[in-house]
């Protein structure tokens, strides 16, 4: 059997996969919450973590095990388009530095805990924050669905994976439910405490791969003039290569440009800054978490290594196809020891282990705040918007197992292509919101609509033609499709974002001219500067009254 020759990395990998399982049990009573029956503990960690917890998660959570290995996997199949990744997490940081800010002031002052919470009070519409809601979880869960790519990547490299459906997916199931069980218990706290480890981890098998491998295999030289050898001999697309031509250039100028803008529009990553303790907190961590994409660099640069070290990656799930998600660990099985690959296949377990945990707590907090206490049990106690949210957690855990099960995983791959464009429309209710009430709240769901409906036209009409789908292909839209006498392509996101925008616009322009009612703004301009200590606020699960937004008089 396959897996007796990958027995050392099957041993390591468990050893620390186990070790982090136990770390998210005990993490319950991590810096002694008040009482975990209450979101503000559960969901947010007490709203309490400082510089240094706050770096590891939410860079824990931003760099995924699919960063690890699609990253890399694309610049092995596709060259310098596979780089969009690394100025996308560059050039956001500047961006959100004082938007991230006025968030959580707001938060903290209200006891906002998802963004739909405060799009409800900014705007005085239930349904605008139901709209901004669903939007977050339909765009997380193929998100959550994808960390179990990076994980069967790495079991098929070893060789646990069987022939079966069940023996093929019986060890991701298992992985899922160990966290499931201490996500419930612990919370937030677990991504929390297990991000030292999983970070630490990558950051030690990046740099030893970034220092041996090109030792081995002749020198960046080499490497380099191997990947371009391969792209110029393959003529299968003439958009691939280590340097983008004229057709490419503005797909990856706008991918990067809307992936940026749609990052920290995820409810997860929102999670992550709204758990600090204060104003600081967030400043520094967006001056540090740079750092991060230099290593994003680096796992990007093994795509190319794995060109120059001959590495064919293994089977598909379907017959005579490939599947690009293992370069990377068919890279560390074939140039480092045993044991060090087990690491290395750790690191991408647990790195999937970490986002995973904060986006189902993400899409449960969305639940159970702006649907369930909203439109089934607007009385509900903090104690019952605790349950809740855990148990959803849970449902949401097994939705992403079923989409691994059920679907070709390819499938899933291209659905968060969609996530994307999805929360992208998000953007003038939660970050425009943040700074101008100028949209009538009527037109921002106007917009929402445009924006999603022509996102959703535009992606239908994109093939793949690796995976032979004549829909939902991808992101790239073919300007000559409006028209354009060009072979250039564009990223659907921001089209439809412009559009949800310009629509914003004109119909508030409308409502106004109408006089239609926009509501009363629940916040005030001193809420967006509120810090630690505020008079006004209520710490902690005590804050129960202002626990979340109710209808505006």
């Known amino acids: 059997?396959?897996?007796?020759?990958?027995?050392?990395?099957?041993?390591?990998?468990?050893?620390?996969?186990?070790?982090?399982?136990?770390?998210?049990?005990?993490?319950?009573?991590?810096?002694?919450?008040?009482?975990?029956?209450?979101?503000?503990?559960?969901?947010?960690?007490?709203?309490?973590?400082?510089?240094?917890?706050?770096?590891?998660?939410?860079?824990?959570?931003?760099?995924?095990?699919?960063?690890?290995v699609a990253v890399p996997a694309l610049v092995f199949g596709a060259g310098a388009m596979g780089f969009f990744?690394?100025?996308?997490?560059?050039?956001?940081?500047?961006?959100?530095?004082?938007?991230?800010?006025?968030?959580?002031?707001?938060?903290?002052?209200?006891?906002?805990?998802?963004?739909?919470?405060?799009?409800?009070?900014?705007?005085?519409?239930?349904?605008?924050?139901?709209?901004?809601?669903?939007?977050?979880?339909?765009?997380?869960?193929?998100?959550?669905?994808?960390?179990?790519?990076?994980?069967?990547?790495?079991?098929?490299?070893?060789?646990?994976?069987?022939?079966?459906?069940?023996?093929?997916?019986?060890p991701i199931i298992i992985a899922f439910a160990i966290l499931a069980a201490y996500t419930y218990q612990s919370g937030l706290r677990a991504p929390a405490l297990i991000a030292f480890v999983k970070d630490t981890l990558i950051y030690v098998v990046i740099l030893v791969a970034v220092l041996w491998l090109p030792q081995k295999l002749g020198g960046w030289g080499s490497i380099f003039d191997a990947a371009e050898a391969k792209f110029q001999a393959t003529a299968q697309n003439p958009n691939d290569g280590i340097l983008l031509n004229a057709n490419n250039q503005l797909q990856y100028v706008t991918l990067a440009f809307g992936s940026a803008l749609a990052l920290f529009l995820y409810p997860h990553s929102i999670t992550g800054v709204l758990a600090s303790r204060n104003r600081d907190?967030?400043?520094?961590?967006?001056?540090?978490?740079?750092?991060?994409?230099?290593?994003?660099?680096?796992?990007?640069?093994?795509?190319?290594?794995?060109?120059a070290a001959g590495v064919k990656p293994l089977p598909g799930s379907t017959p005579g196809s490939?599947?690009?998600?293992?370069?990377?660990?068919?890279?560390?099985?074939?140039?480092?020891?045993?044991?060090?690959?087990?690491?290395?296949?750790?690191?991408?377990?647990?790195?999937?282990?970490?986002?995973?945990?904060?986006?189902?707590?993400?899409?449960?907090?969305?639940?159970t705040r702006n649907i369930y206490k909203e439109y089934l049990k607007r009385d509900a106690s903090p104690a019952q918007e605790a349950n809740v949210s855990k148990i959803t957690s849970l449902v949401v855990k097994v939705g992403a197992v079923a989409c691994i099960v059920f679907l070709d995983p390819q499938f899933s791959i291209d659905l968060q292509l969609i996530g994307g464009v999805i929360i992208l429309q998000t953007l003038p209710a939660v970050a425009l919101g943040l700074y101008t009430r100028w949209f009538h709240r009527g037109a921002l769901i106007a917009g929402w609509a445009a924006g999603m409906g022509l996102g959703m036209w535009m992606l239908y009409q994109i093939p793949n033609p690796?995976?032979?789908?004549?829909?939902?292909?991808?992101?790239?839209?073919?300007?000559?499709?409006?028209?354009?006498?060009?072979?250039?392509?564009?990223?659907?996101?921001?089209?439809?974002?412009?559009?949800?925008?310009?629509?914003?616009?004109?119909?508030?322009?409308?409502?106004?001219?109408?006089?239609?009612?926009?509501?009363?703004?629940?916040?005030?301009?001193?809420?967006y500067f509120a810090d630690e200590g505020d008079p006004r606020v209520t710490p902690g699960p005590a804050r129960d009254a202002d626990a979340a937004p109710e209808p505006v008089a």
């Open 1 to 68: 059997m396959m897996w007796r020759d990958h027995l050392t990395e099957i041993i390591v990998f468990t050893t620390l996969f186990l070790l982090v399982s136990v770390m998210g049990f005990v993490a319950a009573r991590w810096r002694a919450p008040r009482d975990m029956a209450h979101l503000d503990e559960w969901g947010l960690g007490g709203r309490s973590f400082g510089g240094w917890i706050t770096w590891f998660l939410v860079g824990g959570d931003l760099y995924t095990a699919y960063t690890f």
């Open 85 to 170: 990744a690394v100025p996308y997490t560059i050039v956001i940081y500047p961006m959100v530095f004082l938007v991230l800010c006025r968030l959580w002031s707001v938060s903290h002052r209200h006891g906002f805990v998802t963004p739909a919470d405060f799009v409800r009070s900014r705007f005085d519409s239930p349904v605008l924050a139901l709209v901004v809601a669903v939007t977050g979880i339909v765009a997380t869960m193929p998100y959550i669905a994808l960390q179990l790519v990076g994980i069967e990547a790495v079991l098929k490299t070893m060789g646990v994976t069987g022939e079966s459906a069940l023996a093929r997916h019986l």
């Open 281 to 307: 907190v967030i400043k520094r961590n967006m001056s540090a978490l740079p750092a991060y994409s230099l290593v994003l660099g680096l796992i990007a640069l093994l795509g190319y290594m794995a060109i």
């Open 322 to 367: 490939a599947d690009a998600n293992t370069v990377v660990p068919v890279l560390f099985d074939q140039q480092f020891p045993d044991w060090f690959a087990g690491v290395a296949y750790a690191a991408i377990g647990i790195g999937a282990l970490v986002p995973a945990a904060i986006m189902s707590i993400a899409a449960a907090n969305l639940f």
């Open 466 to 527: 690796a995976t032979k789908r004549a829909h939902f292909g991808g992101s790239a839209f073919p300007l000559g499709d409006f028209g354009f006498d060009t072979k250039k392509t564009i990223y659907v996101g921001i089209v439809a974002v412009l559009v949800n925008l310009l629509v914003a616009a004109l119909v508030t322009l409308a409502l106004r001219a109408a006089k239609v009612d926009a509501g009363r703004d629940g916040t005030t301009p001193d809420d």
